[in-house]
């Protein structure tokens, strides 16, 4: 699975962004996504996920009622809208596949910066 996210970017704190990332290379429906982020400094984290049919979807805690993940399968591509931002959602955001009945995400894309000034 190929995974190439977009949409990242700069924004004020309280502002809006979408992150895409578009999949290739397998059937989207044979996989779950998730969205990851890292910021400088720390580990990697769960951002959100969604199951291969968008059935389900969960998050962090610290997103919960902020961002929204969902996918469109006509476009092979999964969403994360980022709603009220804040500074410490600074970080650079991944998208990752896992095939359905796994448990490890081992498809990821390469990152795009997500930069929130205060």
């Known amino acids: 699975v190929q995974l190439q996210a977009s949409g990242g970017g700069l924004v004020q704190a309280g502002g809006s962004l979408r992150l895409s990332c578009a999949a290739s290379?397998?059937?989207?429906?044979?996989?779950?996504m998730a969205w990851f982020r890292q910021a400088p400094g720390k580990e990697r984290e769960f951002v959100a996920a969604?199951?291969?049919?968008?059935?389900?979807?969960y998050g962090a805690d610290s997103v919960k009622g902020r961002f929204t993940i969902s996918r469109d399968s006509a476009k092979n591509t999964v969403y994360l809208q980022m709603n009220s931002l804040k500074a410490e959602d600074t970080a650079v955001y991944y998208c990752?596949?896992?095939?359905?009945?796994?448990?490890?995400?081992?498809?990821w894309g390469q990152g795009t910066q997500v930069t929130v000034s205060s």
């Open positions: 969604i199951n291969w049919s968008g059935s389900i979807t």
């Open positions: 990752a596949a896992r095939l359905v009945g796994y448990k490890k995400y081992s498809y």
């Open positions: 290379g397998r059937t989207f429906s044979s996989v779950d």
